[in-house]
């Protein structure tokens, strides 16, 4: 049985307080929402916090508040997340992902802003202690670390899935982030020197160690959805290994706006599960000013699936993932135009 290491505990009384925790604990500090990314990760050794930070208790974090849009509490639980009627009618995007995400155990578990802060993954890194030392550990959590997880490679270790690579390649792999990108959503964050708003997009690198942008003191507190508009529509499609529960190889997350004549007005299509961070696609400006036809769909799909580089650390045949992207891509804008085809 694999067990956590000690550590001490911290049942923040309020947003104020946990960021001055988080501050004042540096490296050695770490949240803890639903902890079903933290925990498994502590037993594995991936982190080693001397101290977490509890708040998916904290009542501010747990608010779902509709005023100009929806904003939704990072410690909302996905499966809230997922059941909220005005999600559900106007952001049926992030509905669906929300709710594909692992299991109703762990939905119930996890929260929004854990979700968003998700570590990435790769198979020579998801492995029990005992297995990534048999191979000497990974440049994203070294030996020199005890095979913890750090931020920035210290030149001792190498990356197994692309052995010359000076970077590590390990996936996003958080399914709420696309959607909620393709949604335009904004995020709130908090630290002991105040509070700013990001497009969510911004929260994240393309880099398997440094994912997140923010500062190691700052967390997120709420994410804000613009008014949800009956002229958005929105989808999510997701390829896993089992239909029943599995992280994504591979997801889509599109939003398109349609004006007169069933124009395409606004479009904003997202990859997940394809890089270190979710893909916006920088050609959906291109679906705008035409309805969605069949070549439209097809020609954007290729440019779409060009982008999807999947490399050898997670499920599937590479060439068969990429293959996919476009397939999923497709099927998903043939699904906002109203075509009556089947959900994978
Ligand atoms: C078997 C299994 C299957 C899973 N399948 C999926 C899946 O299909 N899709 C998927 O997306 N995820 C999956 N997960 C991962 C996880 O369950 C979810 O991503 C969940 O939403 C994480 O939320 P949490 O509240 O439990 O995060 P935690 O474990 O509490 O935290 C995760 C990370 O986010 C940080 N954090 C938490 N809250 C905040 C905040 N407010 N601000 C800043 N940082 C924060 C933590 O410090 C930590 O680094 C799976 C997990 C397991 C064990
Ligand atoms: S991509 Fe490379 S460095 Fe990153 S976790 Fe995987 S093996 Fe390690």
């Given at each position: 049985m694999m067990r956590v290491p000690a550590f001490q505990y911290y049942r923040a009384p309020s947003v104020r307080d946990a960021v001055a925790a988080l501050r004042d604990g540096g490296a050695e500090a770490m949240l803890l929402a639903g902890?079903?990314?933290?925990?498994?990760?502590?037993?594995?050794?991936?982190?080693?916090?001397?101290?977490?930070i509890g708040?998916?208790?904290?009542?501010?974090?747990?608010?779902t508040t509709?005023?100009?849009?929806?904003?939704?509490?990072?410690?909302?639980?996905?499966?809230?997340?997922?059941?909220?009627p005005r999600v559900r009618a106007h952001y049926p995007g992030l509905a669906i992902a929300a709710g594909k995400v692992a299991t109703p155990q762990l939905r119930n578990m996890g929260t929004l802003g854990g979700n968003l802060c998700l570590d990435t993954r790769c198979n020579y890194y998801n492995q029990s202690y005992e297995w990534r030392q048999a191979i000497d550990f990974c440049m994203k959590a070294p030996a020199s670390t005890g095979g913890q997880a750090c931020t920035s490679p210290d030149g001792t270790g190498i990356c197994w899935v692309a052995t010359s690579s000076p970077r590590c390649w390990a996936v996003s792999s958080t399914d709420t982030a696309p959607a909620l990108i393709a949604l335009g959503a904004r995020v709130t964050l908090a630290s002991a020197d105040g509070r700013r708003t990001i497009p969510l997009e911004d929260l994240y690198a393309n880099d398997g160690m440094a994912y997140l942008t923010k500062r190691r003191d700052e967390m997120v507190t709420a994410v804000h959805l613009e008014p949800g508009d009956r002229s958005w529509r929105s989808t999510y499609r997701k390829l896993r290994r089992r239909g029943s529960f599995d992280f994504p190889v591979l997801s889509v997350a599109a939003a398109v706006r349609f004006g007169k004549e069933s124009a395409v007005e606004e479009?904003?299509?997202v990859l997940g599960a394809v890089a270190s961070w979710?893909?916006?696609?920088?050609?959906s400006a291109s679906l705008v000013g035409k309805p969605l036809t069949d070549d439209a769909i097809e020609a954007f799909a290729e440019q779409a699936s060009q982008l999807a580089k999947p490399l050898d650390n997670t499920d599937f045949a590479l060439g068969w993932r990429k293959k996919m992207a476009r397939a999923y891509v497709s099927g998903a804008l043939k699904e906002l135009r109203g075509d009556a085809v089947r959900r994978p």
């Open positions: 902890g079903t990314d933290v925990v498994p990760n502590l037993k594995r050794r991936q982190q080693n916090p001397a101290l977490l708040i998916g208790h904290l009542p501010e974090l747990r608010q509709n005023g100009a849009g929806l904003t939704l509490g990072a410690c909302l639980r996905l499966a809230d997340v997922a059941d909220d479009a904003r299509i979710p893909v916006l696609v920088p050609e």
